[in-house]
């Protein structure tokens, strides 16, 4: 991202949280919360809204901040083409009736390098809801994949090592990384998929959805694509399956899904069940190991996962909060 800016401008204008985090968290981090905060208040004068006092609200995948002055959230992206593609998957999804915090602005504001987009506010994060999301993703599923011809096919080996070779990961790490993923992409190429392609959201856990007190709503961070729902479903499964922690209601979100009359019990016993999961569990790794960079947490957290992989530790292992 870019560097040629002051962090403590960026900590004058920002919320009171954001300022805090400026000031007590690593160079690179504040660099990055700075670059996309400019792209953020350059957009703002293009729109009409108002950057002051906004809040970080997250930073993956991209920086998302909360606009209390304008009552809207503005997402930055460093891709242009993956913010105007997100624009398209969102009107897809409303003309398909799928509950989805819908765009403020059908366009994306290029400013510094960046893509803003801006949407309505999402509302209040549901806990322990797997049937919406399941239902969710059900309806994703039921829409066909020629009504969007731009959607792109879901190859998630497309650019799954960028970054991989200026991470902070030792050589050896780096190696087994590689290594990984090209096993993994021989196995991927053999799959033989239960289900005609859909659209599917290419996510890696169960879809979140958030309340802003008009019903439950999708929020889409990433693209959709041309794929297999298996993706999707595997996704949704397994963390309960691998990671420490709250299990998720499986038979819930099981349950919800086949009352859309796409069923999928069998998921498990299906013989290419194992390779999707392990590369939906090798690009959730990747992602940490690309955000190394952001401070000793993350550092760590990316050595421990890879160490995991590796079989370093026996699960089911502690990747922290999910």
């Known amino acids: 991202m870019p560097t040629d800016f002051v962090p403590e401008d960026c900590a004058v204008s920002v919320g009171p949280r954001t300022s805090t985090l400026t000031q007590i968290t690593s160079t690179a981090r504040r660099r990055d919360v700075a670059a996309t905060y400019a792209a953020l208040t350059q957009a703002c004068v293009i729109t009409g809204d108002d950057a002051r006092r906004a809040e970080l609200v997250g930073e993956h995948p991209q920086h998302a901040w909360w606009l209390p002055a304008s009552n809207a959230l503005a997402l930055v992206h460093s891709d242009l083409e993956d913010a105007s593609v997100l624009l398209r998957a969102a009107r897809l999804l409303e003309r398909h009736r799928v509950a989805v915090v819908p765009p403020y602005y059908d366009e994306v504001r290029a400013c510094s390098g960046f893509g803003v987009t801006f949407w309505y506010p999402p509302g209040r994060r549901r806990f322990g809801d797997e049937p919406v999301s399941?239902?969710?993703?059900?309806?994703?599923?039921?829409?066909?994949?020629?009504?969007?011809?731009?959607?792109?096919?879901?190859?998630?080996?497309?650019?799954?090592?960028?970054?991989?070779?200026?991470?902070?990961?030792?050589?050896?790490?780096?190696?087994?990384?590689?290594?990984?993923?090209?096993?993994?992409?021989?196995?991927?190429?053999?799959?033989?998929?239960?289900?005609?392609?859909?659209?599917?959201?290419?996510?890696?856990?169960?879809?979140?959805?958030?309340?802003?007190?008009?019903?439950?709503?999708?929020?889409?961070?990433?693209?959709?694509?041309?794929?297999?729902?298996?993706?999707d479903l595997t996704a949704a499964r397994w963390r309960s399956e691998l990671l420490r922690g709250r299990p998720a209601d499986l038979a819930a979100f099981t349950a919800a899904y086949a009352s859309h009359g796409r069923p999928f019990d069998g998921l498990g016993a299906w013989p290419d069940y194992q390779v999707v999961r392990d590369v939906v569990v090798l690009a959730e790794v990747m992602d940490t190991v690309r955000r190394a960079h952001v401070d000793v947490h993350l550092r760590q957290q990316a050595a421990h996962q890879v160490a995991c992989l590796r079989g370093a530790h026996q699960g089911p292992w502690n990747w922290g909060r999910r």
Not at 169 to 190: I, V
Request: with cysteine; net charge negative.
């Open 134 to 231: 399941a239902w969710v993703s059900a309806a994703v599923h039921r829409i066909h994949p020629d009504s969007a011809s731009w959607l792109a096919d879901h190859d998630p080996f497309d650019g799954l090592l960028d970054g991989l070779d200026d991470a902070l990961l030792d050589e050896a790490g780096r190696w087994f990384l590689r290594e990984r993923a090209a096993e993994l992409r021989e196995q991927w190429e053999r799959i033989e998929w239960p289900s005609p392609p859909t659209v599917v959201l290419g996510v890696r856990r169960m879809v979140e959805c958030r309340d802003a007190g008009a019903g439950p709503r999708l929020v889409l961070r990433r693209p959709l694509w041309r794929g297999h729902r298996e993706w």
